[in-house]
Structure formats: C-alpha cells, structure tokens
C-alpha cells in the first residue's frame, strides 16, 4: 500500500487527536504525557497547534488515514532558535515495519531544514524505545546525554537519551 507523508491540516485534527490519546496508551514509557495530562487531549488545543506552522508543525503518515505522526518546532528563545525538536513520534502497530518511521523523520529533518537560521535538530527517546533511538541513529542522530530516570510510570523509571543533528 502506497503511503503518504505530509502536515497535517485542520480536517486532520480528529485523526491526530485519537492517533495521539493511542500513542499514549500503547507505549506510556515512550512519552513525556499522560491521557490524563497530555495538552492534545483537548481538540480545540490540536487545533492551536496545527495554526503554529511553519515555527511548529506535525507531519502525519497516511495508510491512506492517519497511522503515524511526529512534531516539530523551533525554539521559541530568542537565544536558542538555532535549535528545531522533534516530538511526539509514533507509529500504530499495524503500520510498523513498513518505512513509515524512516519517511517521518526524514519530513521532521526536511522541515527543520526550511527554518531559516536553524542548524541543530534535537530530541528525546526513552531508553524503552530501542528501536526509535536505532532508528534516529541512522538518520544521523547522535546522542549527546542521558537523563537518569527521567520518565516514571507504575514503579518503573527509565532514562532518557538526548540525540542531535547538525544540520550546517
């Protein structure tokens, strides 16, 4: 099935909204939020969000719906706007093992390309996520730090690497 990588829009804000709450369910020790807590669990904040490009965007993976996405946005400080991040990438277990992670954080890279005066691109992944840091290696990601249990859920704490690319 042929797949389709692109920003998504405002029609796209439902499909974001359920794929993300998803995200949070399927690998809670992948991200930072809860469902409980997490600032897209309300659609008029996805909404918001999807107004901020091209500062903020998030690029979503198309089976043809919605199956995987990732964000993006530069840094809101003055000082520090040479730096772009990435978030929030996940793929629906359905859609895994097809190259849609790869396309995702090659259209992540792309964009951050396109803000002018950006030279690093950074990011987090937990140390639960094997093949997401796998994945960002070959994209040219290196890590340059590890926070110590930085992400609790139950009784279980785990690390996080802290990746980056220079893009200039």
Same mark, same amino acid.
Do not use: N
């Given at each position: 099935?042929?797949?389709?990588? !692109? +920003?998504?829009? @405002?029609?796209?804000? *439902? ?7 998803? @995200? ?5 020790? *992948? ?21 901020? =490009? ?12 919605? #199956? ?8 809101? +400080?003055?000082?520090? *706007? ?5 978030? =929030?990438?996940? #793929?629906?277990?359905?859609?895994? !093992? ?10 992540? #890279? ?13 990011? =987090? #992944? ?5 093949? *997401? ?11 340059? =730090? ?5 992400? !609790? ?14 893009? !200039?």
């Amino acid at each position: 099935m042929t797949s389709q990588v !692109r +920003h998504l829009e @405002a029609a796209d804000a *439902a499909a974001f909204h359920a794929l993300r709450r998803e @995200a949070l369910l399927d690998t809670p020790l *992948a991200f930072g939020s809860s469902p409980e807590d997490d600032r897209f669990a309300d659609l008029d904040a996805v909404h918001e969000q999807l107004r901020r =490009g091209p500062e903020a965007v998030i690029i979503g993976a198309f089976l043809p719906s919605l #199956v995987g996405c990732v964000g993006v946005y530069r840094d809101p +400080h003055v000082k520090f *706007a040479h730096r772009a991040h990435v978030w =929030g990438m996940y #793929v629906a277990p359905a859609a895994r !093992r097809q190259g849609l992670g790869t396309q995702l954080i090659e259209a992540a #890279v792309a964009h951050a390309r396109t803000l002018p005066d950006v030279i690093w691109v950074q990011l =987090g #992944v937990s140390a639960a996520a094997p093949v *997401a840091r796998r994945l960002y290696e070959r994209a040219g990601f290196r890590e340059w =730090g590890i926070e110590p249990e930085a992400t !609790r859920y139950g009784d279980r704490l785990v690390d996080e690497h802290h990746l980056a690319l220079r893009l !200039r």
